[in-house]
């Protein structure tokens, strides 16, 4: 075979490979959102600057909103088992955070103060009042520094299993941005975002991170947060690629001991590292109370929500 038959053999294989991985991510998207199971007959939507943001309110009483976990396959379903019930005595405001769920999700890096700018944007223009916060997993983080930043726009301050300061410290290297590049690639990267957020994936992270009981999993659970990975197609690997990249991390040192709310934390029993996460929180802020919810692990809101609205009962 000549040589320019070996080039033109070449050249049409890469094109075949090439056609057929943007076609399998394309069917993958489309597969992951056709039965639309986080359609919310209560949703609103917040014209923000970075885009259109979902958002729901219900019920009376004092303001109450609730932030789901830093992360791309989270939305505000993950609080379903403590909206209803909160309602009954609180105005409960659930969003779903810019890049996460059916908010838009713009291509662009993820950051902290992005975050912390968007919450407080959120509760002037929305809320419009002093509110409580409920705050889950790498989402503490926003709340805490919103709360110092803004410290007029909120009362008390609910975090359930806050990263490790430790975990929070840590910046990206030259590594986490070719990482960051490299998830951004228009096929290669989307392949590798849909591995991650593939459902055996999901599975395995919610049996093994989530849920101190594998059985405790519904099937529902993995396929909403299969959804909510997927809404907007390719664009939602961009949060994705922020948060393994380390650019949502942000040193709260400073925040934590500056901020006068009442703050309580609450721990999974079997969340790795609690009582020393705890500990650490404390001895920047004596003020802070905390608890630990037997037999769960990182979403005790879903694996045990009886228990965290028994705390809520109390603390708000």
Not at 178 to 191: A, C, F, H, W
Request: proline residues 5%.
């Amino acid at each position: 075979m000549s040589k320019s038959k070996k080039l033109t053999s070449i050249a049409v294989l890469s094109t075949l490979t090439v056609t057929a991985a943007y076609v399998l991510n394309r069917s993958i998207f489309y597969f992951a959102c056709r039965n639309d199971r986080l359609y919310s007959p209560n949703g609103h939507t917040y014209s923000w600057r970075f885009g259109d943001v979902f958002y729901t309110k219900q019920g009376e009483g004092s303001p109450l909103l609730l932030i789901h976990d830093c992360s791309h396959l989270s939305s505000d379903r993950e609080f379903a088992q403590l909206t209803e019930s909160l309602a009954q005595h609180h105005t409960v405001y659930t969003l779903d955070l810019p890049g996460c769920g059916r908010s838009e999700k713009p291509k662009m890096t993820y950051t902290n103060f992005l975050y912390v700018q968007f919450l407080n944007d959120f509760v002037r223009n929305v809320i419009g009042s002093k509110t409580n916060m409920i705050a889950s997993g790498g989402s503490s983080s926003f709340a805490i520094m919103a709360c110092q930043m803004a410290p007029e726009l909120y009362r008390n301050l609910m975090l359930i299993n806050p990263p490790s300061l430790a975990q929070l410290s840590k910046t990206p290297t030259k590594r986490h941005k070719l990482l960051k590049y490299l998830l951004e690639l228009p096929i290669v990267g989307t392949m590798i975002f849909n591995m991650n957020s593939s459902i055996p994936a999901i599975k395995k992270q919610f049996t093994t991170q989530y849920f101190s009981n594998p059985h405790n999993v519904k099937q529902k659970y993995i396929e909403l947060c299969h959804e909510a990975s997927h809404r907007s197609g390719s664009a939602s690997k961009y949060m994705y690629a922020s948060i393994r990249s380390y650019f949502t991390n942000l040193n709260i040192t400073h925040g934590l001991k500056a901020i006068n709310n009442s703050i309580f934390i609450v721990m999974g029993e079997d969340e790795p590292n609690a009582k020393e996460t705890v500990k650490a929180y404390e001895s920047l802020n004596p003020a802070i109370e905390s608890t630990v919810i037997s037999h769960t692990k990182h979403l005790p809101h879903l694996e045990c929500p009886n228990a965290v609205l028994n705390i809520c009962d109390i603390f708000f």
